[in-house]
């Protein structure tokens, strides 16, 4: 016998048999909940981190887990962690519900009244709470929010929708569940009463609560707003329910002129303090009984009986779903998992989008700002292994090179083929090789001048310097040079000197250096050559230049730069040994591949006798001898 009732006896819940959290914000909503249990069970141990304590039972068909946030904290960071340590514990929690209490705000829409209840009802565009602090002041001073929440899982909003229709019906009424309640042992049971239409008290907008009072009592009942379009308040004082956009934030509000600016502004039928905190990671519907009407009239004579309406709701609501409805509702941490990973692909693919859009418009950019093609992969092609080294020792240009040097420009100069632009070409790749190892951000534009090239003006070549150092920062292009181009497209000009040189003032800013290279001066006509050094000397102290050309360009060079190095060009001995040597054992095609070691030997010395420092007269005499 005993072994039978043994057998019968239900198995005490444990952490997996919780699938409900509630959460309370204030004691006395806690209360109210513990009111609506129809049986209390035995605490459970929780996480090691977790900082809530519980209280746990079964309401209807379903066990609830409910948590109260610390006495003394409001806001949405503090229900945010109260709901984080809840899941931690509670892995089996399928949805969540915030109930308590919160500010009305009445309009012919929503004809509220004190003791009504109010649910985050979403609409197309917003998920039923808007956080109303959350955004951005601009500069006319005015607030503009920003962001989404999301909205309550799909049960809870069926549930919504079908004891909405019960309503309509005049089925499962508020007022007999809370006529149930034995509270006249409680300490003060005349709170979670009906507090009277007498007390319930809408003033004009306009007309503050006097100073140093606790009730109304003393306010002028002239200013009562009577409300003529509202609905009559039943003679059971039945609480109403109303479907709307629950404003919440961290600022307890009590002033009537934020109270309707929420209402123009969000279309917001109620006020609180927490539930923004939860809907993104903790997915809930928020039930608020109306305590006040956010104005400066607010006392806390309401508050103990909406915290009753509001609960009473939360467990009619909790009636019309069936355990198997919660069964195959994904977890908490699930859902909240899965939201990420569809936000992530979303977020991800709006990036990519952006990023493909933001392309095409740069690339009109900078199609727009330079039409100059560099030549610098040609010439490099050419260029002989091994030439050039020496430039790279040279102690004037290490210097120049270095990371703090003492010279902002050096001035390569030689006759005719004496090698200038293919040592350009290497120190452009020297520059390179630099950009990578060194930590600091590094920027390297070049031009290589062409007197055969109409397009080589001044600004078109300060445009094409621009351009290069802006390719450098992908996407981030700064706004004002955006404007000017937008500017300047919109009266369809082409760019000038001066916008040119804004441009490239505007980026060099972007980089802790920038060299720029700039071979072949003296292939631009005078007045150009003038003009770009002039324009170069503007730039900021971080920009370092290297030009090379024929003699007369250093004195050029010298006008506009006051530290600058000279350094001559000349073909060494070492660079026409390479260039032989190259001309004789890799130019497969044209010559044999083998050779007799002492006609090679022969052919090196007699051309480098004959060299006159000209990189170009090696290839001449090599041709004559063979």
Not at 155 to 178: D, M, N, Q, S, W
Request: aromatic share 8%.
């Amino acid at each position: 016998m005993s072994a039978s009732n043994s057998s019968e006896r239900p198995k005490k819940p444990d952490h997996r048999d919780y699938t409900v959290g509630w959460i309370s914000a204030l004691s006395l909503e806690l209360s109210a909940a513990m009111l609506m249990l129809d049986e209390e069970h035995d605490p459970l141990a929780c996480h090691g981190k977790d900082k809530n304590t519980y209280v746990f039972g079964r309401m209807g068909k379903h066990n609830i887990v409910i948590a109260c946030l610390p006495e003394g904290s409001y806001g949405t960071i503090s229900a945010a962690s109260v709901a984080q340590d809840m899941v931690r514990s509670f892995g089996s929690i399928r949805f969540g519900l915030m109930v308590g209490i919160g500010a009305g705000i009445p309009s012919n829409q929503h004809q509220i009244r004190l003791g009504d209840v109010v649910i985050s009802t979403p609409t197309d565009i917003v998920g039923g709470v808007v956080q109303y602090d959350l955004g951005k002041t601009g500069g006319n001073g005015e607030f503009t929010r920003k962001g989404s929440l999301n909205k309550p899982p799909q049960v809870l909003l069926t549930a919504v929708a079908a004891l909405k229709a019960k309503h309509r019906l005049g089925r499962e009424k508020l007022g007999p569940l809370l006529k149930e309640l034995q509270v006249e042992d409680f300490d003060n049971p005349e709170e979670f009463h009906y507090q009277g239409v007498e007390f319930d008290r809408l003033f004009q907008s306009d007309y503050l609560h006097p100073d140093n009072t606790d009730t109304c009592d003393s306010c002028d009942k002239s200013k009562v707003d009577p409300r003529p379009n509202d609905r009559p308040r039943p003679k059971n004082n039945e609480p109403a329910i109303h479907y709307g956009i629950i404003a919440s934030g961290n600022q307890l509000i009590r002033h009537t002129v934020l109270r309707e600016r929420l209402r123009q502004d969000c279309n917001a039928c109620c006020i609180e303090m927490e539930a923004a905190g939860l809907m993104d990671n903790f997915p809930c519907l928020v039930i608020r009984g109306i305590c006040d009407y956010a104005d400066s009239h607010k006392n806390d004579g309401w508050q103990q009986y909406a915290a009753l309406t509001a609960a009473a709701y939360a467990k009619r609501l909790l009636s019309v779903i069936s355990p198997e409805q919660v069964e195959v509702t994904p977890t908490v941490e699930d859902a909240v998992k899965r939201v990420s990973e569809i936000m992530t692909k979303v977020v991800d693919g709006v990036k990519d989008v952006n990023a493909k859009v933001d392309e095409q418009l740069n690339q009109e950019f900078f199609d727009w700002l330079s039409p100059l093609k560099m030549r610098h992969d040609d010439i490099r092609s050419k260029r002989v292994p091994g030439t050039g080294q020496w430039m790279l020792d040279n102690s004037k240009f290490r210097e120049w090179r270095s990371a703090e040097p003492k010279s902002r420009a050096i001035c390569c100069f030689g006759e005719p083929g004496a090698g200038k632009t293919y040592i350009t070409s290497l120190v452009i790749d020297t520059l390179r090789s630099d950009m990578e190892e060194r930590k600091t951000k590094i920027g390297l534009a070049y031009v290589y001048c062409d007197y055969k090239n109409q397009d080589h003006t001044t600004e078109k070549l300060i445009a094409a310097i621009a351009k290069q150092l802006l390719r450098l920062l992908g996407l981030e292009i700064p706004k004002k040079i955006i404007d000017i181009y937008n500017q300047l497209r919109k009266a369809d000009k082409q760019i000038s000197l001066d916008k040119a040189i804004e441009i490239l003032l505007l980026t060099c800013p972007a980089f802790d250096l920038v060299y720029i290279c700039i071979d072949a001066l003296d292939e631009l006509e005078e007045r150009e050559r003038i003009a770009l050094l002039r324009s170069l000397q503007e730039t900021p102290r971080s920009v370092y230049l290297f030009t090379t050309g024929r003699n007369h360009v250093k004195t050029n060079v010298k006008s506009y730069f006051d530290e600058v190095e000279m350094v001559q060009i000349k073909a060494m001995e070492i660079d026409v040994t390479h260039l032989i040597k190259y001309e004789i054992m890799e130019n497969s095609m044209a010559y044999p591949k083998r050779m007799d070691e002492t006609l090679e030997r022969e052919i090196k010395e007699r051309i480098v006798s004959l060299s006159t420092g000209k990189l170009a007269t090696p290839f001449q005499l090599f041709e004559d001898t063979y």
